[in-house]
T-cell receptor, first 119, second 109 residues
């Protein structure tokens, strides 16, 4: 398997522009997570999906952020309009649930991340 | 919010020495996991220890878990320059998957 694939790896955009980050999880995995990593705040969980359904989006910072998972093999994270404070590395990760129903007990497989710079 | 806190935040050692980093967490867990992140890369899973285990080994890694103290430690023995990375503990559970703040390890050749 190719692992979790994210695109683009790097994105530089100007304030106010729309940004779309993409993720292809590992085939067969039923959980998908979006994280944001900055020096100041570390790794923050933004949203996660189970079987393509958003379960918890409480980590999404503002209405400018939205995430979708139209099918089991694709997810997007969109920022519109983007702001300089959105500059960060955004990671997608997938996992296969094990153990308790609804529990996330397996390991996470991360993509290489999308480094976003908003000028 | 994050559940785990690693200690120390940064650690610098000579090649061949052992490195120990600690993690504290807040709530009951099913298991605890450790991840490594090389600069500019994604996180990679290292080892998982279940709540009913006290110690686990994997190659040069040794993980301990004390559920009464809500803490875990990761020991890397005979460190190598290639071990230079950030290390995170993670606590999965129903509805969440929290990562700690990380320990930045530098191994000097």
């Amino acid at each position: 398997d190719a692992g979790v694939i994210q695109s683009p790896r790097h994105e530089v955009t100007e304030m106010g522009q729309e940004v779309t980050l993409r993720c292809k999880p590992i085939s067969g995995h039923d959980y998908l997570f979006w994280y944001r990593q900055t020096m100041m705040r570390g790794l923050e969980l933004l949203i996660y999906f189970n079987n393509n359904v958003p379960i918890d989006d409480s980590g999404m910072p503002e209405d400018r952020f939205s995430a979708k998972m139209p099918n089991a093999s694709f997810s997007t994270l969109k920022i519109q309009p983007s702001e300089p404070r959105d500059s960060a590395v955004y990671f997608c990760a997938s996992s296969l649930a094990k153990g308790l129903a609804g529990g996330i007990t397996g390991e996470l497989f991360f993509g290489e991340g999308s480094r976003l710079t908003v000028l | 919010s994050q559940q785990g806190e690693e200690d120390p935040q940064a650690l610098s050692i000579q090649e061949g020495e052992n490195a120990t980093m600690n993690c504290s967490y807040k709530t009951s867990i099913n298991n605890l996991q450790w991840y490594r992140q090389n600069s500019g890369r994604g996180l990679v899973h290292l080892i998982l220890i279940r709540s009913n285990e006290r110690e686990k080994h994997s190659g040069r890694l040794r993980v301990t878990l004390d559920t009464s103290k809500k803490s875990s430690s990761l020991l890397i023995t005979a460190s190598r320059a290639a071990d230079t990375a950030s290390y995170f503990c993670a606590t999965p559970g129903l509805g969440q998957f929290y990562f700690g703040t990380g320990t930045s390890l530098t191994v000097i050749p």
